[in-house]
C-alpha cells in the first residue's frame, strides 16, 4: 500500500524556518516525481513545488522561489521542503504528493502537516 | 496561469439521490484534468484522470466527463461517505498545476 507520511510542521515567526519531510513507502520512489501543495484556512489547494525522480529538476511556484527548497533522499525514500524565509501568508496545511513534473494527476497524498507563521 | 472555477460553492443533496458538479478552466486544458475527494483531517483522495477515468477502487458511482475547457463530476445514489469538499486540477500547463476553489457537498 503506497502510504505518505509528512512531519515537520508547527509554529515559525515570520522570517523564520522550517523544514518538512514526508516518509514515503509501498513503491519505488526513486522513480517518481514528488509534489508539495498547501491548503491554506479557508482557501483552496495551491501547488508549491515538484521534484523528479533523480532529484535533478525541481519547479516551483513564484510564491515562494527564492524561499523554498525541495529536495529528495532516495535512499531513505524521504522528501524534503525547506521554507526560509517564511511570510504569515505561507501559513497552511502542506501535503506531499507523489506525482508531478509534466501531465501527471497526484495519484497518492499524505494527511498533511500544519504549518502557522505568526508572530 | 490556468485558472480553473468550480460551480456551485456547495451543494446539499439527500443521501441517495444525485451530485453534478462543475469545473471550468481559463483555457483549454484538453482531457489532462483530475478530480479529488478531500475530507477534514484526512489526504485528498484522486477519483478521476484524464477527466473520465477512474482512479483505482474508485466506485462506478463516480463519474467523469468533459474536455476542453467545461467538466463535470457526476456521482449517482450518494453513500454517506461521499460528503466531502471536491476539487478539480488542470495537469495540461505545469508549472503551475492549479486547483479549483472546491464545491462542499453537504448532507441534505
Known amino acids: 500500500e503506497v502510504q505518505l507520511l509528512e512531519s515537520g510542521g508547527g509554529l515559525a515567526q515570520p522570517g523564520g524556518s522550517l523544514r518538512l519531510s514526508c516518509a514515503a513507502s509501498?513503491?519505488?520512489?526513486?522513480?517518481?516525481?514528488m509534489s508539495w501543495v498547501r491548503q491554506a484556512p479557508g482557501k483552496g489547494l495551491e501547488w508549491v513545488s515538484d521534484?523528479?525522480?533523480?532529484?535533478?529538476?525541481?519547479y516551483y511556484a513564484d510564491s515562494v522561489k527564492g524561499r523554498f527548497t525541495i529536495s529528495r533522499d532516495n535512499s531513505k525514500n524521504t522528501l524534503f521542503l525547506q521554507m526560509n524565509s517564511l511570510r504569515v501568508e505561507d501559513t497552511a496545511v502542506y501535503y506531499c504528493?507523489?506525482?508531478?513534473?509534466?501531465?501527471?494527476?497526484?495519484?497518492?497524498w499524505g494527511q498533511g502537516t500544519l504549518v502557522t507563521v505568526s508572530s | 496561469e490556468i485558472l480553473m472555477t468550480q460551480s456551485p460553492a456547495s451543494l446539499s443533496v439527500s443521501p441517495g439521490e444525485g451530485a453534478t458538479l462543475s469545473c471550468r478552466a481559463s483555457?483549454?486544458?484538453?482531457?489532462?484534468l483530475a478530480w479529488y475527494q478531500h475530507k477534514p483531517g484526512q489526504a485528498p483522495r484522486l477519483l478521476i484522470y484524464?477527466?473520465?477515468t477512474r482512479a483505482t477502487g474508485i466506485p462506478a458511482r463516480f463519474s467523469g466527463s468533459g474536455s476542453g475547457t467545461e467538466f463535470t463530476l457526476t456521482i449517482s445514489s450518494l453513500q454517506s461517505e461521499d460528503f466531502a469538499v471536491y476539487f478539480c486540477?488542470?495537469?495540461?500547463?505545469?508549472?503551475?498545476?492549479?486547483f479549483g476553489q472546491g464545491t462542499k457537498l453537504e448532507i441534505k
Open positions: 504528493a507523489k506525482g508531478g513534473l509534466g501531465r501527471i494527476p497526484f495519484d497518492c
Open positions: 509501498g513503491f519505488t520512489f526513486s522513480t517518481y516525481a
Open positions: 521534484i523528479s525522480g533523480n532529484g535533478g529538476s525541481t
Open positions: 483555457q483549454s486544458v484538453s482531457s489532462n
Open positions: 484524464g477527466a473520465s
Open positions: 486540477q488542470q495537469y495540461h500547463n505545469w508549472p503551475p498545476y492549479t
